[in-house]
């Protein structure tokens, strides 16, 4: 049985991570694999139990709120474990997938590698090492059109927002786009505050 691999599918919002696990399921699907599919509970986009690509693509999936609930789920003769939205997992997730590996399963996964602060999201850097492969795929970016986004641009009425915001904020296309690095943007309100307060309190108005 094909299995102790582990894939893992990344990039930014709006790249294509989900679109691409669903074209490896239907794929495993179609060649008569036993596959089982798993989502964070905490992703309430998909108004049910599947997960959605941008595009409109659905697949039935199995809605998880901790991650060890994934062990007691799958079954001797699932072959094929695709987990969408790594990155909202708790920190038992890395021990998990290579309990699965262990167990001669092959795991296909998506997660965003970086947060809306630019920075590594959740447990994915272990997991980006635990991987057999990784696919980092890129995005166009929606404020020049250049074809190399990485970032994750969080946006409240159409603003970047403050780096002080709250780190998870489950949202669609009104809520994050692609960026390239040129035109990612993170304000700092705070820092900006203490630094008027400084020159006022050194300098005088």
């Known amino acids: ?37 798993i989502s964070p509970e905490i992703d309430t986009r998909a108004h049910g139990d599947y997960i959605e690509s941008r595009n409109g693509l ?8 901790q991650s060890v609930q994934i062990l007691s789920l799958v079954k001797e003769d699932d072959e094929i474990i695709a987990i969408d939205e790594l990155q909202f997992f708790d920190e038992h997730i890395v021990k998990v997938i290579s309990k699965l590996m262990d167990d001669g399963k092959k795991v296909v996964g998506t997660g965003l590698d970086l947060d809306f602060k630019a920075e590594p999201f959740g447990y994915m850097p272990e997991l980006m090492c635990l991987a057999t492969s990784v696919d980092k795929l890129a995005a166009v970016c929606m404020k ?62």
């Open 1 to 37: 049985m094909q299995g102790y691999s582990f894939e893992l599918i990344t990039g930014p919002m709006s790249c294509g991570k989900t679109e691409e696990l669903l074209r490896r399921v239907r794929r495993a699907i179609i060649a008569k694999k036993k596959v089982k599919v």
């Open 58 to 65: 659905w697949l039935d999936a199995i809605k998880v709120r």
């Open 144 to 205: 020049c059109g250049g074809e190399n986004a990485t970032r994750t641009q969080r946006l409240v009425d159409g603003k970047p927002v403050d780096k002080n915001s709250p780190l998870i904020m489950i949202g669609g296309d009104e809520t994050y786009e692609a960026r390239c690095v040129k035109c990612y943007e993170l304000p700092d309100v705070k820092s900006e505050i203490r630094k008027r307060e400084f020159k006022l309190l050194h300098f005088g108005g």
